[in-house]
Each structure stands twice: as structure tokens, then as C-alpha cells.
């Protein structure tokens, strides 16, 4: 359910014949979703009401393999831009649409490809390892793509002795190292919401939950990790809360996963998560609430905005994509 917080307020000058109420907006975006042949996929941090009405809802491994197999004409991804840039190499001859462009990621922008492309000469006879989130230029630059889903597999599939580059995201790469043991340099990158989760708030929260479970996302720094009855994608964590048999979970990742929670957990007790910052909402991404009905709707109706990657990078950044799925 949407919180006040997060619901869009109701328009009071709109067009003619423009949905003003959520209900309208629903059955226009209905209308035109089907008029279009296209498909709503949707991350688990999009506000309720988005991950309510999408076709299919994921984490990005699950977003990306939708992507390549479904045959929409058109794929309106509901996240961040690299998600929706990950669709597109992924399906040059889709429309892809994105109802929010200007949302972007920190962690993605914590590796600008220059740089990385630098650390990458420095050291030589490495293989380049990168998150998915990461912009088309530096998968351009990367061996094979990872998600949370998938990196420890991955990783693991690597000859024991192989030297591995591993960014953008610091957490991800230490935890992954710290479990399969493997020669890793780490690009020193982190997001800005994952990193910002309060330890002390979180034993806090244990204390008085003492048969609560700790649910962390990798992202999430290394004391988290250590304190965690569960480490993992967004995905094992639903997996995890759903068929556990402890009826309170501690959540430490973005909370716009709990709406998905609450619908496979019914009468389960689950905590979202404090940010060091009690006063902030820092347990949400901004970036994934830019997407709201309204746009989701203009969006359709509009046939824009769509994601456009030039074809000789994406020649380029879908090698590593595909070498992520065939080993996954
Ligand atoms: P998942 O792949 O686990 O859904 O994570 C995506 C993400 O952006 C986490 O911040
Ligand atoms: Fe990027 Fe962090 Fe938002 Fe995930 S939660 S999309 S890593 S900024």
C-alpha cells in the first residue's frame, strides 16, 4: 500500500479526456500498455502503485533476463537508467522506455569510465569483473557483467588463480571476496543508500526483536554483513523472509522491497531498516521514486522517452552481458 508520503497527488488542471485520479491513470496505462504491445517490468524498490501494475516485477539479474527473452514490442522499464539501458543493448530492435530518464544511480555514477579504464591498465592481467550497475561504457570495458544474484557463482566459475577486477561496488566486492577467497582489487565505490545503514540502529532494533532475522543487501557495508542471518540480492531476500520459518525479519536494503515482502509474508512481522540519519528517509532511493504513474502513463502515451545506446557500444557492453547470462 502507498504510503501518503509517497502517493502522487491528484491533478486539478488537466486536459480534457487526462486521467486526474490514480484509478484513471491505472486504466489508461492498462489501455495503452495493451494498444502498444508492450510490457511493464519493475524493480522492487519502485513505489507500491508501479510494482502493482507491472507486467513483471524483479531484481536487475531477473529485469535483464525478462528483457532478453521477451518479444513485446515494447519494454517500459520502471528503474534506474542503467537497468533500462541494460534492456536496450540487450534488445537493439525493441523500443525501450524509461518514464523517468533522469534517474540515474549513484553507485553508477561512483565509476566514471575513464577512470575505471585507467585502474583497469594499472593492473594488467586482470579480469575485469563489474555490477550491473554500471553505465553501457563501462560494461564496454568489463569482461562479464554480475548482478547481487549472481556474482558469487560467477566468480566462483573462474579459475581459482585468475586476477579479478571487481567494481564498482566496494560491499559487494569485499563480501565476495571474504566468501570465495579469490584475488580481487576493489574499485571504491558504494551506494549512497546502502552505505548509510546505522549499525547501532539495526542491533537496536535486534535487541528488542530477539528472534528476528537480519536481512542485508550486499551493498550494504561489512559490519552489516557480519551481523546478517542472510545476505543477498533482493530476490534471496524475498525468498529468504518468504520461506523462513521466523516471523520477524529485520530488512537492511532499500524499503520499497517491503511492499513485495508484505504480499509473499502475510502475518510476518517485518522491520524496515534505520539510516544513521534518523531524521532522513535515507532508506529510500530517490531515484527509483522518480517514476510515478503519471509519467509511467505520458510515457505510453507519448512513445518516449526511449533509451538510445550507440550501436558500437553496445556491440561492445553486451559481450560481457551475455557472458553474465550463459554463466548464471
Ligand atoms: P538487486 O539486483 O539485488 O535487485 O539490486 C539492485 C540494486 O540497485 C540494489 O541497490
Ligand atoms: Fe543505485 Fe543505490 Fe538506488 Fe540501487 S539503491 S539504484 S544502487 S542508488
Known amino acids: 500500500m502507498a504510503t501518503d508520503k ?31 504491445r508492450a510490457v511493464i517490468m519493475a524493480h522492487y524498490y519502485q513505489r507500491p502503485e ?13 529485469l535483464a533476463r525478462l528483457a532478453a527473452k521477451t518479444d513485446a514490442e515494447v519494454i517500459v522499464l520502471c528503474g534506474v537508467h542503467f537497468m533500462a539501458e541494460t534492456a536496450k543493448i540487450l534488445c537493439p530492435g525493441r523500443t525501450v522506455l524509461i518514464p523517468a ?44 557483467v554480475v548482478t547481487s544474484g549472481n556474482a558469487r557463482k560467477i566468480i566462483e566459475s573462474l579459475p581459482q588463480d585468475e586476477k579479478i577486477i571487481f567494481g564498482p561496488d566496494r560491499n559487494l566486492g569485499g563480501y565476495i571476496n571474504s566468501v570465495t577467497g579469490r584475488d580481487m582489487v576493489l574499485w571504491p565505490g558504494a551506494c549512497h ?3 548509510r545503514f546505522s549499525l547501532q540502529g ?3 532494533m ?13 551493498e550494504c557495508r561489512k559490519p552489516l554483513q557480519l551481523i546478517a542471518d542472510m545476505v543477498g540480492s533482493t530476490a534471496r531476500l524475498l525468498e529468504y523472509a518468504q520461506f523462513s520459518d521466523a516471523d520477524t525479519f529485520i530488512v537492511v536494503t532499500e524499503s520499497g522491497i517491503l511492499h513485495e515482502m508484505r504480499r ?34 505520458r510515457c505510453l502515451r ?27
Open 6 to 36: 509517497q502517493k502522487e497527488p491528484e491533478k486539478a488542471n488537466v486536459a480534457p479526456g487526462e486521467p486526474r485520479t490514480e484509478a484513471e491513470y491505472i486504466e489508461a496505462i492498462d489501455r495503452l500498455r495493451r494498444e502498444r
Open 50 to 62: 508501479i510494482q502493482e501494475l507491472a507486467d513483471h516485477i524483479g531484481d536487475s539479474l531477473a
Open 101 to 144: 530518464p533522469e534517474a540515474g544511480c549513484s553507485l553508477a555514477d561512483s565509476c566514471p569510465p575513464e577512470e575505471f579504464e585507467a585502474f583497469i591498465k594499472e593492473h594488467p592481467s586482470h579480469t575485469v569483473v563489474s555490477y550491473v550497475n554500471t553505465s553501457a561504457a563501462v560494461k564496454a570495458l568489463t569482461d562479464i
Open 193 to 195: 543508500v546502502h552505505d
Open 202 to 204: 539495526i542491533l537496536d
Open 206 to 218: 535486534k535487541r528488542e526483536n530477539p528472534g528476528a532475522k537480519i536481512l542485508v543487501h550486499p
Open 264 to 297: 509473499l509474508c502475510p502475518g510476518k512481522t517485518l522491520l524496515a531498516a534505520p539510516a544513521d540519519d534518523a531524521e532522513c528517509q535515507c532508506n529510500q532511493c530517490e531515484y527509483m521514486k522518480l517514476i510515478t504513474l503519471e509519467k509511467l502513463y
Open 302 to 328: 507519448d512513445m518516449a522517452p526511449a533509451v538510445h545506446v550507440e550501436p558500437d557500444l553496445a556491440e561492445k557492453a553486451i559481450r560481457p552481458i551475455r557472458r553474465m547470462l550463459e554463466l548464471s
